[in-house]
């Protein structure tokens, strides 16, 4: 990174690019920088500058110019960094390890902002690379199974099931003995994970009524989440932080994708203490010498929910599907970006 900065600031990039002399205007020194980085990015010989240009790509998306104060932070091969700029001009790149620090003269944060969004997106080759290293960097999405619920009053036992058969556990069917309009408790539902070898966590948002995409990232890493909507289960599989987008698979609806916004809003935060709107599972015997070959399996195959069950599901479905448009289906959540 240092030397992709370097060549920026002596107006040069490479043997393979173009070397000009820099003008003293912001847009003359924009428009070499563009094509001089370009110019190496489209070599093969300059892979770690290549490498460079898209991880600086991706931390100037999350850098806020409204607090040009707060500088660019970049993980490299392992390493963190910052990038700030200097009062007298020019940036300093600093790594945060080993505490050594580079001054660069003749470019800003805002002049690397501009290259990378003004300039080089307007190559689409260099804009398709950006593009998808910070999609896949922002995205976390686990493999599910996922499954309808078998009776009306059943979402639980569905969103129970699809998370057993990722953890590699056999599940009964989502049906259940109950009333067809009675529900089964938070702790109830928790036991029977837990008799089945997981153990429920409890993700706490933090003092506030509102998940960011970071934290439902970070518990994706073990594995698909229990959610609670207020009179409903679903279960939580992905997370794109960059659009904002949560991915859930409803047991009435199927898969279905909303934004961060309307996913905080329409959860049941009116929890017991030691609980919240979502929760994660990881097995009760962590020394266990098991590795997952697939999901789990329905212990009875062959069951087949009656007449009444089938039908008081499409009903339901039905109201779910009218009350719940914010649950959008993924093809039209993407064509709303």
Excluded at 3 to 19: H, P
Excluded at 105 to 128: A, K, Q, T, Y
Aim: proline share 4%; with cysteine; hydrophobic share 35%.
């Amino acid at each position: 990174m240092q030397q992709t900065l370097t060549a920026i600031g002596s107006n040069q990039v490479s043997g393979e690019s173009l070397l000009k002399p820099l003008g003293k205007t912001l847009g003359k020194i924009l428009n070499v920088i563009s094509l001089g980085i370009y110019g190496a990015y489209k070599q093969s010989a300059a892979s770690d500058m290549k490498n460079d240009l898209l991880d600086l790509g991706k931390a100037i998306i999350k850098w806020d110019p409204d607090f040009p104060e707060i500088p660019v932070q970049l993980m490299l091969n392992g390493q963190k960094y910052e990038i700030s700029d200097v009062p007298h001009g020019g940036v300093r790149l600093h790594e945060c390890s080993g505490g050594e620090s580079t001054e660069i003269d003749g470019v800003s944060l805002s002049s690397l902002r501009d290259m990378i969004f003004s300039e080089l997106m307007n190559h689409p080759d260099f804009s398709d690379a950006m593009e998808r290293r910070i999609f896949e960097d922002s995205t976390v999405h686990v493999d599910l199974k996922g499954m309808k619920q078998e009776r009306a009053n059943a979402c639980g036992e569905a969103c129970r099931n699809m998370i057993l058969a990722y953890h590699g556990i056999d599940y009964d069917p989502a049906t259940n003995s109950r009333a067809i309009f009675e529900g089964n408790t938070k702790d109830e539902l928790l036991d029977q994970f837990l008799d089945n070898g997981l153990i429920a966590r409890p993700l706490f948002a933090g003092g506030v009524k509102a998940y960011t995409c970071e934290q439902i990232q970070e518990s994706l890493q073990k594995g698909p989440l229990l959610c609670e909507l207020e009179g409903h289960y679903i279960v939580v599989h992905g997370v794109n932080a960059l659009f904002g987008r949560i991915d859930v698979y409803c047991p009435l609806l199927g898969n279905r994708s909303t934004s961060l916004e309307e996913f905080n809003a329409h959860l049941d935060w009116d929890q017991e203490s030691h609980q919240s709107p979502l929760m994660q599972f990881e097995k009760k015997n962590i020394s266990t010498e098991e590795s997952l070959s697939g999901f789990g399996q329905s212990k009875d195959a062959d069951f087949s929910p009656g007449i009444i069950d089938r039908l008081g599901v499409l009903a339901l479905t039905s109201i779910i599907s009218i009350g719940n448009s914010w649950l959008k289906a993924p093809e039209d959540f993407s064509s709303m970006k």
